[in-house]
T-cell receptor, first 112, second 114 residues
């Protein structure tokens, strides 16, 4: 158990819908990262937050957005969902930038 | 931009065999290097990491990796595998000037036959 928690574990929804994935970092970690793991794209970095501020963006679609709240938990919002958004979404956290990232159990999203 | 290449997509071994997984990266500056493991149905777990110092790094569960700067490589090794090592292994790079985003290789699925 890494100490990073993610909810929900599984999510099944329909195309066109919107979902919110939640992540709580390890105690004391200020930085949160979101990754997408899919069969065709592998593990891809989406976005990073540090102490509430966006610090880096990767291959994140415009339909996706995220934020980190004052209590340091983070949410990833996915809207206008498409079949291709079906994937495992991981959250990771680290104490500071350039420190080791510890991963949560992931949220498995299935878009039907 | 940074990139990571893992040479083998699938490896099948028998128990007690030695394992070596290749990883090469592309990045012009100083890097931090990681190996993560993902057991079936589970999340990514850190096996080992290299930030600086001794290029031979020892991790958990008997794994080690060697950073060879001249070859841009960070290969993972284990002298004698067990059935419980069946998993997918990911090499990852974090270029220090590129923020802390990890770039992952495509992963290597390792199947250890009992």
């Amino acid at each position: 158990d890494s100490g990073v928690t993610q909810t929900p574990k599984h999510l099944i929804t329909a195309t066109g819908q919107r979902v919110t994935l939640r992540c709580s970092p390890r105690s004391g970690d200020l930085s949160v990262y979101w990754y997408q793991q899919s069969l065709d794209q592998g593990l891809q970095f989406l976005i990073q937050y540090y102490n509430g501020e966006e610090r880096a963006k990767g291959n994140i679609l415009e339909r996706f957005s995220a934020q980190q709240f004052p209590d340091l938990h983070s949410e990833l919002n996915l809207s206008s969902l498409e079949l291709g958004d079906s994937a495992l979404y991981f959250c990771a956290s680290s104490v500071r930038l350039e420190e080791t990232q510890y991963f949560g159990p992931g949220t498995r999203l299935l878009v039907l | 931009a940074q990139s990571v290449s893992q040479h083998n997509h699938h490896v099948i071994l028998s128990e007690a065999a030695s394992l070596e997984l290749g990883c090469n990266y592309s990045y012009g500056g100083t890097v931090n290097l990681f190996w993560y493991v993902q057991y079936p149905g589970q999340h990514l777990q850190l096996l080992l990491k290299y930030f600086s110092g001794d290029p031979l790094v020892k991790g958990i569960k008997g794994f080690e990796a060697e950073f060879i700067k001249s070859k841009f490589s960070f290969n993972l090794r284990k002298p004698s595998v067990q059935w419980s090592d069946t998993a997918e292994y990911f090499c990852a790079v974090n270029g220090r000037a590129a923020g802390n985003k990890l770039t992952f290789g495509g992963g290597t699925r390792v199947l250890v036959k009992p």
